[in-house]
């Protein structure tokens, strides 16, 4: 099959293909994006007249869903932002800001996300009360300002452009379909490097608080009155439990897109694994307002029944 050059993409797909998973990508970003909104709508009119008694963990779920927002209407621009390369003056200058915007709330989410399972393994794992008020604050600065250590390294080399089909980091040079070995290193360096070893981390922080809770039931099996720490332990990781969601969904999805861009990095175009990327991808806000909206819902009343979180 012939190259098709449509907009610089590089890739052994037709002009039809091309415009099929942009807009599968843009869609499916756009739904999630709704989904968010409706979602944090929600959550801000149950706990309207009474923030101060909201759950420290449904503040977090909260602040998730708002970057899961984020990050889907910067996923929308992503493919719209690259076919108007060619057709509007501009353009390209356009595409580079989505491919920002993108990395900066990708960096925002792994952070929060990872933050988030370590604040799971410190609760339950190591049962220490934390000080809600430091680690909400300093998981929103963490997730906001850290990526900005980053973000900026691609502009050196001019690495921000069209990658594929949409805008990031590009890996080819768009005038010849060369490797383009500085975006490469910088794709790999600060996002599927970073994002692997927190993923990593990530499960193995999860498996050890899932499995001590585990234990910690069995344990306690054996008697016949359990103890109020016991308890106390116990209705702390019911509250935290709905929290697992978002890691595992957000490191599970990133896989299919580590698997797409080593892929691409090869010239191999598997277009199943193209398709799925697309629609995979900007669905983690979708999933993301989903599991809010359920968690919100469901556990609504849990702060009136039990006062071991705040």
Sequence with gaps: MQRIMSNDTCLFLSLNEV??????????????????????????LLARKQWGLFKFTKRLSLYLTILALLYSVA???????????DEQ????????AVAFFVQYLSWSLLVFTFLLTLILFITVYKRKELHFTRWEIGTLLASILSPLITVWIPFINDSYGLSGIWCWIRSHDSTNC????????????LWYAPLSILMIASSVLMFMTIGKYIYSVFK?????????????????????????????V???????????????????????LLYIHSIVDPC????????????????RN?????????
């Design 19 to 44: 415009r099929t998973l942009g807009i599968i990508r843009s869609s499916v970003a756009l739904i999630s994006a709704l989904s968010c909104l409706g979602a944090i709508v929600l959550v801000l």
């Design 75 to 85: 996923t929308t621009f992503q493919w719209v932002s690259s076919s108007a390369i």
């Design 89 to 96: 003056p501009g353009g390209e200058q356009g595409c580079k």
């Design 178 to 189: 060369t490797v383009f070995l500085p975006g490469v290193i910088e794709q790999i360096a």
């Design 220 to 248: 306690s099996c054996g008697y016949q009155k359990i103890d109020t720490d016991s308890l106390l332990y116990q209705n702390s990781f019911k509250d935290y439990s709905p929290l697992v969601v978002y890691p595992i």
């Design 250 to 272: 957000f490191f599970s999805l990133n896989v299919i897109a580590l698997s797409s861009r080593i892929a691409s990095t090869q010239y191999v175009f598997p277009k199943g």
């Design 284 to 299: 983690w806000g979708l999933i993301a307002s989903i599991a809010t909206i359920i968690y919100s819902m469901k556990f």
């Design 302 to 310: 849990m702060g009136s029944k039990s006062g071991t979180l705040q």
